[in-house]
């Protein structure tokens, strides 16, 4: 049962480590190079599911303040609101991950154009037979 | 307006990056004479922030004034302001350098290449600047980016092996962020300062371990150190000449300096000799990849791909240095980064201008190179010289530390396999100078044979030609100052305890 | 002694002059021939004469010291002109000039290709020698060693057939890969443990010997300094000296009979007496497993010598075996022994050089290597010969040839030292170089030139005719043999050097 409560109140961090390592089995094993790039996109989500996932507080609402008049009397209970700097972190790494695909999927039309596959033993063979030449 | 310089010397290159499209798109030749002008800015600022903090010490500038640990402040001690310089220099002279590569390389691209090399050194010198875990954290997936897209603009493998370095650079860029996140839910803070005061107490904790294995990886990866060396030697090969020259010379140097933050200034220095014994297990790594750089190298016919294993051993040595954990060999370990930045960029920029003559860059074409271009080959060989570390070159100072150091922990392997490394270096370049200058074949590259069958002199532009030459005599000059460069700067940089 | 430091810019004057006159000769070029040989003795005569000119004030006792710039602790580029330093120094710029004009007649003679590059490194190549000569501390001793390896490996090279690349490639393996591996570690282990790298009359290791600095420390220190000053050429790592005999016969005489190998004896002689000090050796007993390490070299280096047919490989190993006498006379760590085996700097350097001369000589004008070629060869060329066999029997140590007082002194510091052995060995070793060099004499004069298997006839040789080598040679050949037989009649002024180094380290006069 401890196990069970251990899984299952950190599931979060089960889920990402999960997701996570299905994106890098993807990098690592997978011999088409678009799978590669698609298993990146996976690995990069799942951390930034992951970082998402602290910011959450139980019972927050979104960290966005309310202003009345005459707030000044307003005291605000951080509990109450999840943790913003996780979310905007995570804006900027977003950008990143959709740069990075970009560029990727750029080298994977050149590739495509140059080799005509994406799968990496085509390629290395099609290396091979040049280097022989 | 100096005291804004921190944060100036990243906003010109990267205002400069943007512009230089619009500018590009106006005529097109201006990019370069921009690129330089905004480059050679950065110099200057570079070279008074090293004054202020050689002045006054550690200078820190908050950005928006937001004080930290909620603002993000850019945090400039003796070692980035050292490292600031280099980089920025050195970023100058391959851009000199780079007008008539890019002319023939990239004939239709000039403009997009300036703008991204310009973001490249935008995402270097912020690396170097920032006090911020995560600031760190953009500014290397800025350069990264930039630098994937660079390399893919090379030669007919140029797309694949920047494939690869992504796969790899993400994977080393992810595992950072990761062990960044970790670090903010233990402590709650991504300021370099704070977390240094707020992690000793939770030195014991799993998820501080957690996050110092993973950032540790992470910058391996980017850093090239072995085993996570693979995506170094194919897109340094086959990148433009000039981004070879600029990325060989700063990236890894830049990863050190990533790895020293987080060893000695975010973790203090006992925690990565004494609760986790880092520095032993990279010692060791080092030793092996000084030796598989070498002995890689040895076997290589492509004068770039020679050169890139010879990265790899270059940062064996930094990380040896910084893993002996005392003052003579952390000093080896920073003067050797100032070294080989020189080394490299030397080398690589003569390679690069060799191959814009000569079309080749396999080392067997080079006979009786040094008749045709005598000045380029010289500088290739006083680079040489000076991996292999003959005084009174650089080279021989920064490994003098560095041997020191190692005799100093009583580590003689490390000592040892430097000095054999040394050896391999000679017979690496050995090789490729006998050839240049006593071989038996004419040089390749007929058409500058003149009319009596000798071969023509027939050197590279001025424009190569000059920032070769810079680097070439910073090799021989540099050495004679290292003992005022390590009392003026280094000195400072070591850290206290040790 | 008293010794007075003067402050004077004059070693670096004397290294720098060579320099200059490099990058004049690379300058002229082809353009001009005779101008640019006259850098070369232009440059030669200067720096003999800056040389010369320190000579009087280190002999009434007093150090010239000059600072280029300090790097770093414990890393400067320093001169310190001693006794000992100005000994070699006027050794080898006084024989450079000889070489310069020996030079000029040989590569004019054979045409030889790349002739501005051959000056260019002979000059660069004695700037070095100076640069070691002068050098203050090992960092600067380290830095001139390593200059004269890279800027001799061109001029070993020079012929660039397929067998001169291979020496040559010997010659730079055997002598940068020893010197990284051993000479450079053994440098770092001095520093690491002394402090200091600077030479000092009385060894650096004195103070720190026993706190912290193990015995077998230091021993382990000297073996792979031994090991690593492999320019002086004791076996097991002499092999590059034979190797290097592909090189013209001038760059054979100058840099592998005086310069290159002596700047190794006398690296390893500065390392004996001011790194480690005569005490510490004795005290450590590596002194007298010195002495028999170079004893074997002596003896079997003479005994590949007979075996020889090659004039030249036969000098070679001659000389390999006659450098180990300045190393065995300095490893009997006596007054004697250390005079002894200083005077046998010059009075080899003079003998041999004189040798390879005349071998240079019998190959420019008949194109004859080997010696059983050489018979009745006096007849033909009798100035060569008789230079020849003053060279000779100076090596054999007869008088009234100098040879003969270096011998004498090496026996009596073995006697000094209490080394019966050594005396045997030296015994030993006159009758080997009798036995390889008389021969040769015997042959050129006593035998009947044999002209059978030669089918050129215009070289038969007639009782009557003399047909010797170019005047040049001839003159430079004649010269360091008188100055062969003079240094047995006047060696004053090497004598007193020596006996002041000697006495600089043991205390007595």
């Known amino acids: 049962m401890e196990i069970m ?9 089960w889920m990402y480590i999960i997701i996570m390592m299905i994106g890098f089995y993807a990098m690592i094993a997978k011999t088409n190079l678009a799978k590669k790039v698609v298993g990146m996109n996976i690995f990069q989500t799942a951390i930034i599911l992951f970082f998402i996932s602290t910011a959450s507080k139980k019972g927050a609402t979104i960290p966005i303040i309310q202003h009345g008049h005459g707030e000044a009397a307003d005291i605000i209970h951080a509990a109450q609101y999840m943790n913003p700097l996780p979310h905007v972190l995570m804006l900027t790494a977003i950008v990143v991950m959709v740069s990075t695909f970009g560029v990727a999927i750029a080298l994977l039309i050149m590739i495509y154009r140059k080799y005509n596959t994406l799968e990496e033993d085509e390629i290395l063979e099609i290396l091979k037979i040049e280097n022989g030449r | 307006m100096i005291q804004h310089a921190p944060v100036l010397i990243i906003i010109i290159p990267l ?15 201006l990019c370069y004479l921009f690129t330089v002008a905004a480059l050679g800015t950065c110099v200057f600022l570079s070279v008074a922030i090293l004054d202020i903090v050689a002045g006054h010490g550690t200078i820190t500038y908050k950005l928006g004034g937001w004080p930290p640990p909620w603002g993000i402040a850019y945090v400039i001690d003796h070692l980035n302001a050292f490292m600031l310089v280099i980089v920025s220099f050195i970023s100058l002279v391959v851009a000199v350098y780079s007008k008539v590569s890019i002319e023939k390389e990239l004939p239709e691209k000039i403009i997009q290449f300036y703008t991204l090399f310009l973001l490249l050194v935008t995402g270097l010198l912020g690396i170097l600047a920032t006090g911020d875990v995560f600031n760190l954290f953009v500014f290397l997936e800025i350069a990264s980016l930039a630098g994937y897209a660079l390399i893919a603009v090379g030669d007919d493998r140029a797309p694949l092996a920047s494939f690869n370095y992504v796969i790899m650079g993400t994977i080393g860029a992810c595992f950072y962020l990761l062990g960044v996140g970790y670090l903010y839910i233990a402590t709650g803070s991504l300021n ?12 014991d904790s799993r998820v501080v371990l957690g996050a110092f294995a993973f950032l540790m990886v992470g910058v ?9 060396h693979k995506w170094l030697p194919d897109a340094y090969t086959h990148a433009p000449s000039a981004v070879s020259a600029f990325i060989a010379s700063t990236m890894t140097k830049v990863g050190a300096y990533v790895m020293i933050r987080i060893m000695f200034t975010v973790f203090k220095p006992y925690f990565s000799i004494e609760v ?9 790594l080092a030793v092996a990849a000084m030796l598989y750089g070498c002995i890689r190298a040895i076997a290589q016919t492509d004068v770039k791909r020679m050169l890139s294993y010879i990265i790899i051993a270059e940062v064996g040595y930094i990380v040896m240095g910084v893993s002996v954990g005392n003052r003579m060999g952390f000093t080896g370990a920073i003067l050797h980064i100032l070294n080989d930045a020189f080394m490299m960029a030397c080398l690589f920029l003569a390679a690069g201008a060799i191959e814009y003559k000569t079309g080749t860059r396999n080392v067997h074409n080079f006979s009786n190179l040094y008749k045709k271009m005598p000045v380029t080959t010289a500088a290739f060989t006083v680079g040489g010289l000076s991996i292999v570390g003959i005084p009174p070159t650089c080279g021989f100072f920064s490994k003098w530390y560095l041997v020191l150091g190692a005799i100093d922990s009583q580590q003689w392997v490390f000592a040892g396999t430097l ?19 006593f071989g038996s074949q004419p040089v390749s590259g007929a058409h500058s044979i003149g009319g009596n069958g000798a071969v023509v002199m027939d050197e590279a532009p001025l424009s190569m030609l000059f920032p070769i030459c810079i680097m070439a005599v910073g090799i021989l000059s540099l050495g004679f100052f290292s003992g005022k460069i390590i009392s003026s700067v280094i000195q400072f940089t070591v850290p206290g305890s040790f | 002694m008293e010794t007075a430091v003067i402050y004077s810019i004059k070693p670096l004057l004397a290294i720098g002059v060579s320099l200059i006159a490099a990058l004049l000769i690379f300058l002229t070029g082809e353009r001009s021939r005779n101008l640019r040989e006259s850098w070369t003795i232009l440059a030669s005569v200067i720096k003999f004469t800056i040389i010369a000119s320190m000579v009087p004030s280190i002999l009434a006792g007093n150090v010239i010291e000059y600072t280029v710039i300090s790097i770093a602790p414990g890393l400067s580029l320093q001169f310190r002109v001693d006794a000992l330093g100005i000994f070699f120094a006027i050794t080898a710029s006084f024989l450079w000039i000889i070489t310069s004009f020996y030079s000029i007649g040989y590569v004019r003679s054979l045409k030889e290709h790349a002739q501005t590059r051959y000056f260019i490194c002979f000059a660069i190549a004695l700037s070095a020698t100076m640069g070691v000569a002068f050098s203050a501390n090992l960092f600067t001793t380290f830095l001139f060693y390593e200059i004269i390896t890279l800027s001799t490996y061109p001029l070993v090279a020079h012929k660039e057939t397929p067998e001169a690349m291979k020496g040559a490639r010997k010659y730079i393996t055997y002598l940068l890969g020893t010197s990284i591996a051993f000479q450079l570690f053994a440098i770092f282990l001095t520093y690491s443990a002394a402090g200091t790298l600077d030479y000092s009359y009385h060894g650096i290791f004195n103070s720190v010997r026993g706190h912290g600095v193990s015995d077998t420390f230091l021993i ?22 034979p190797a290097a005999m592909v090189a013209p016969t001038p760059v054979s005489a100058l840099l592998h009979a005086v310069a290159v190998v002596k700047t190794g004896v006398f690296v390893v002689v500065k390392v004996v007496l001011h790194i480690f000090g005569i005490n510490l050796l004795s005290q450590l007993g590596l002194g007298t497993a010195l002495a028999y390490f170079a004893s074997f070299t002596i003896i ?11 004039l030249k490989a036969r000098l070679a190993y001659s000389t390999v075996s006659q450098l180990s006498y300045v190393i065995l006379g300095v490893a009997l760590l006596t007054p004697s022994g250390i005079t002894g085996s200083i005077m046998q700097i010059v009075l080899h350097a003079f003998g041999k050089i004189t040798l390879f001369f005349a071998a240079g000589a019998i190959y420019v004008t008949a194109h004859k290597t080997r010696v059983s070629e050489l018979d009745g060869i006096g007849k033909q060329m009798p100035f060569t010969m008789a230079a020849f066999t003053a060279g000779a029997i100076s090596m054999i140590g007869i008088p009234p040839l100098g040879g003969f007082l270096s011998k004498w002194f090496l026996g009596i510091g073995a006697i000094e030292a209490g080394q019966i052995p050594i005396i045997i060995v030296l015994a030993t070793s006159t009758i080997l170089n009798a036995c390889y060099f008389l021969p040769i004499v015997h042959r050129a004069f006593l035998k009947e030139a044999t002209d059978s298997t030669d089918k050129n006839s215009s070289l038969v040789t007639r009782y009557s005719s003399i047909k010797e080598a170019p005047a040049l040679m001839v003159g430079a050949l004649v010269l360091t043999a008188s100055g062969a037989v003079a240094l047995f009649f006047k060696p004053s002024l090497f004598l007193d050097l020596a006996r002041m180094v000697a006495a600089s380290v043991t205390g007595v006069n």
């Open chain 2, 220 to 228: 391996a990866i980017k850093m090239a150190f072995f085993p996570l």
């Open chain 2, 192 to 203: 370099m300062a704070d977390l240094s005061q707020l992690l000793p107490e939770l030195y």
């Open chain 1, 5 to 13: 409560d251990f899984i299952i109140s950190k599931y979060n961090y």
């Open chain 2, 276 to 284: 986790i014994p880092v520095t032993a297990i990279l010692g060791w």
């Open chain 3, 220 to 241: 382990i220190t000297f073996i792979l300094f031994m090991a690593g000053i492999t320019k002086a050429a004791m076996m097991p790592f002499h092999s590059w000296l």
């Open chain 2, 419 to 437: 000095l054999f490394s040394s050896l391999l270096m000679a017979v690496i370049f050995f090789k490729v100078l006998v050839n240049i200058y």
């Open chain 3, 300 to 310: 079997v280096a003479s005994i590949i010598a007979l075996r020889q047919d090659n």
């Open chain 2, 15 to 29: 205002l400069a990056a943007l512009m230089n499209l619009i500018v590009g798109l106006w005529r097109k030749r």
